[in-house]
């Protein structure tokens, strides 16, 4: 990766012997994950069954539920010194940092874990907000079902989509994770829980998303299901311009009806793969490519083939699909285990990838840590589509990370952090990997891309990390609602602002 040796080089003997270990072999150390990862994978399982044979996660809701009330009850009796958050440890979250806040704050266990119903009816699932995407499309996808869209990251969780957000290849017609959400429950930093819908509180119900825990705690979601096919037929279309990836992708999306996944990679800036997808139930089983197999390529490097081969279709079991960037953790594999996509280590260990990010993060050393802070760089940059050429262009002067990860969303005209005048198309610019310009510089670089995407009216996803100023927060983000009932439900002493646990500063 990038600058190794300036790492390496900064430590002398012992030490910079271990680092250097550390950093060039790390997949050694991964492959004893590897397991590890497999058994924890078991064990969720193993204990979700016997939830499920029980039956008992509806009748046990409540009263789990009053448990975390009567630790907010707690939190007051004892004088609300400090504020509060969810005592999910940092490591088994989805992002590269861990909150520095956790140490501090008074932490509430929200153990709810569990799927509580599914009504074919209303069309929603009512889930926990532990509960985690694999979960979900595992169980929702064989009865039929499934989610209008699934966010990648098999162990992203509902609670923390809600809160924070999620994007995926249907949201050109979707929207975000917060648009396909129907009703949230929550405990209040009075003690109280309440159930939320559009109709019965919109301001609360507005402003739930993107507030990251600081309104109150998240204890159900109810989420529109929608009817799952077994397929998905794939059309592969490579283009040779930035002009050529703007031309086809709006062309696609004009398309909604024929187009449920809309999705592109840009493999440089003059070079990519426009993919267009439909759920289908019967396929022409010589075209079937059953991605998810643990012997299969990476999907990226899948794509990357159609830029020689040309244009391709092909049939992708539904559930491979939705999780079809898990396995090589988008392209962020390769810095891990190099050769990873080889086709011998696929077949012979391929099936006990990807390595859990929790666990990854959890065990990695200063050395691996700093090596990524100084020469990675993990963004999601949301962009008006008009911008999107621009925003290639600049990201390509800043960064050069390729693949691009591109993917169009709908964000409607509605209250709450994302303001926008009137229903538009947005386009998440994915950046994950090691930046290949000279002067990258963590702090200076990203504070620059920044400006522009504020300059562009776009939002910066804030799993990763922001370096933005509150002033600059609080203009990138219309906080007009999130005040209005941080004041109505008293949130002041019970839980910090967004940007106070989101920025740089928060986070180790
Ligand atoms: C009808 C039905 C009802 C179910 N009801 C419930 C329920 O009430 N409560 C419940 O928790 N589960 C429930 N399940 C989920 C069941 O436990 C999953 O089908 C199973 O856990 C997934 O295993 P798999 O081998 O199919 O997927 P795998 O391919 O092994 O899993 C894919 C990925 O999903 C993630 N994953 C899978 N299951 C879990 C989990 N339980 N927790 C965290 N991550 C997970 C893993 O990270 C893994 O990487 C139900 C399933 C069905 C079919
Ligand atoms: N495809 C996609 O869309 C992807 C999205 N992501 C991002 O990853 C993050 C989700 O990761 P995940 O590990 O699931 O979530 P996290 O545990 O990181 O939670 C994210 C935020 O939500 C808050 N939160 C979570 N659950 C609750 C709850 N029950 N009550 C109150 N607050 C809660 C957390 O508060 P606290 O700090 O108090 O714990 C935290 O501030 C999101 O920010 C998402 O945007 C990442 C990769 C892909
Ligand atoms: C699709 C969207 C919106 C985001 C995808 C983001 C992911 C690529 C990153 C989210 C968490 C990241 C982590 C890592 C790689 C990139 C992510 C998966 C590591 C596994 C990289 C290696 C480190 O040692 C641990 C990191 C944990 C988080």
Redesign the pocket.
């Known amino acids: 990766m990038g600058d190794r040796k300036a790492v390496t080089a900064s430590s002398g003997g012992f030490d910079a012997v271990v680092e250097h270990i550390l950093i060039h072999y790390r997949w050694v150390f991964v492959i004893v994950l590897l397991p590890l990862s497999l058994l924890y ?1 078991v064990l ?2 193993v ?3 016997v ?2 044979q029980l039956s008992s ?1 509806p009748s046990k809701h409540a009263s789990k539920v009053e448990n975390v009330a009567k630790q907010v009850r707690q939190w007051s009796a004892e004088g609300a010194r400090t504020p509060m958050c969810t005592a999910r440890p940092s490591w088994q979250t989805m992002s590269f940092r861990h909150a520095k806040y956790k140490k501090t704050m008074f932490t509430v266990n929200v153990n709810l ?4 119903d599914l009504s074919a009816e209303r069309r929603t699932v009512r889930v926990e907000p532990l ?2 995407m ?2 979900l499309t ?2 929702l996808d ?2 039929g079902w499934t989610l209008p869209f699934v966010p990648e990251l ?2 992203l969780t509902v609670g923390g989509l809600v809160m924070g957000t999620g994007v995926e290849t249907s949201s050109h017609k979707h929207g975000l994770f917060q648009h396909i959400c129907v009703a949230y429950e929550l405990v209040l930093a009075d003690g109280s829980v309440v159930q939320v819908t559009k109709d019965s509180d919109p301001d609360l119900f507005y402003s739930v998303p993107w507030s990251y825990g600081t309104l109150g705690l998240l204890t159900a979601v109810e989420i529109r299901i929608v009817p799952a096919l077994r397929f998905v037929k794939m059309q592969y279309e490579p283009v040779r311009s930035l002009e050529e990836a703007d031309t086809v992708l709006r062309r696609q999306l004009d398309l909604p009806e024929e187009n449920e996944f809309v999705e592109a990679l840009m493999f440089s800036k003059d070079e990519g793969v426009v993919m267009t997808g439909q759920m289908v139930s019967c396929v022409d089983w010589g075209k079937l490519n059953e991605i998810g197999r643990w012997h299969k390529p990476w999907f990226f490097e899948h794509v990357r083939t159609f830029l020689r081969s040309g244009p391709g279709v092909e049939y992708i079991p539904l559930r491979d699909y939705q ?1 079809r960037h ?1 396995r090589s953790l988008f392209w962020e594999i390769k810095e891990i285990i190099p050769f990873g996509n080889n086709p011998v280590f696929r077949y012979l260990f391929g099936w006990m990838t990807p390595p ?1 990010v929790s666990l990854l993060k959890l065990t990695q050393t200063q050395a691996v840590k700093k090596l990524y802070e100084r020469n990675h760089i993990i963004q999601d940059m949301l962009v008006p589509i008009e911008k999107f050429k621009e925003s290639v262009l600049f990201f390509d002067e800043e960064v050069a990370v390729y693949p691009l990860w591109l993917c169009p969303f709908r964000l409607p005209s509605e209250p709450g952090m994302l303001r926008v005048d009137k229903d538009s198309m947005y386009i998440d610019i994915g950046v994950y990997g090691v930046p290949t310009r000279k002067d990258f510089d963590p702090k200076e670089t990203t504070r620059r891309i920044e400006a522009f995407v504020s300059k562009a009216k776009g939002f910066q996803m804030l799993y990763a990390d922001t370096y933005t100023t509150r002033e600059e927060f609080r203009k990138m983000f219309d906080h007009s609602l999130y005040d209005k009932m941080r004041s109505r439900l008293k949130c002041d002493k019970a839980f910090p602002e967004v940007y106070e646990k989101v920025c740089r500063k928060a986070r180790d």
């Open positions: 994978d969720l399982y204990r979700s069954w939830v499920f996660a874990v569990d799927i509580l509960v985690t694999g979960q595992a169980t064989p009865l098999d162990d999780h898990s859990k």
